[in-house]
């Protein structure tokens, strides 16, 4: 599926929205197509319009889709939408489900095996919201594209 720029009406005249969406439909097949729908999404956009992606912000996309995409998978009933978005230097990764019910970071446990996926998303997102929908929920995470060479904190490469 092809990224389909359309007119952001909140940017500049000349900046562009490149987005592209997906419906999941339980097939077995969807995570690793959902990330696969990611890089491929991450390369256009580089290749096409000559935007930077470095390879941490495609590894960390890779990562948040299939997180998100997982517990979508796992917790509500019925198809998942992925919508993928760049706006000005971030890419936004979108997942929406028919359940209504919020997600919550659990506390850190080391002890814990399995469900650390929200807070492995909180912690290399820089910037994260969800949202009930009039049905169900979707669930946002943004990333920089390009690596900032001052930032040391978790999920970045210190410079």
Same mark, same amino acid.
């Given at each position: 599926? *092809?990224?389909?720029?359309?007119p952001?009406?909140?940017a500049a005249p000349? $900046?562009?929205v490149?987005?592209? #969406?997906?419906a =999941?439909?339980?097939?077995?097949?969807?995570? &690793?197509?959902?990330r @696969?729908?990611a890089?491929?999404? =991450? &390369?256009?956009?580089?290749?096409d @319009? %000559? =935007?930077?992606?470095?390879?941490?912000?495609?590894?960390?996309t890779?990562l948040v889709v #299939? *997180?998100l995409?997982t517990? /979508?998978r $796992?917790?509500a009933?019925g198809?998942? !939408?992925l919508? =993928?978005?760049?706006?000005?230097?971030?890419?936004?990764? #979108?997942?929406?489900?028919s359940?209504p019910? !919020?997600p919550? &970071? +659990? /506390?850190a446990?080391?002890? +814990?095996? %399995?469900?650390? %996926?929200?807070?492995?998303?909180m912690a290399v997102?820089? %910037?994260?919201?969800?949202?009930? *929908?009039?049905?169900? $929920?979707r669930?946002?995470?943004? !990333? /920089?594209?390009?690596?900032?060479?001052?930032?040391?904190s978790?999920?970045r490469r210190?410079?």
């Amino acid at each position: 599926m *092809e990224p389909d720029p359309v007119p952001d009406s909140g940017a500049a005249p000349d $900046k562009r929205v490149i987005q592209t #969406s997906i419906a =999941l439909v339980g097939d077995g097949t969807d995570i &690793a197509q959902a990330r @696969h729908l990611a890089a491929g999404f =991450l &390369a256009r956009v580089q290749a096409d @319009h %000559g =935007l930077p992606v470095s390879q941490r912000a495609m590894d960390l996309t890779q990562l948040v889709v #299939s *997180e998100l995409v997982t517990n /979508a998978r $796992k917790y509500a009933p019925g198809p998942v !939408l992925l919508d =993928l978005r760049i706006t000005g230097d971030t890419v936004e990764v #979108s997942v929406w489900d028919s359940d209504p019910v !919020l997600p919550i &970071a +659990r /506390a850190a446990d080391a002890g +814990r095996v %399995g469900q650390h %996926g929200l807070e492995i998303v909180m912690a290399v997102a820089q %910037g994260f919201e969800a949202q009930r *929908e009039p049905v169900g $929920k979707r669930i946002t995470a943004r !990333l /920089a594209l390009a690596d900032d060479p001052d930032d040391t904190s978790f999920g970045r490469r210190p410079s």
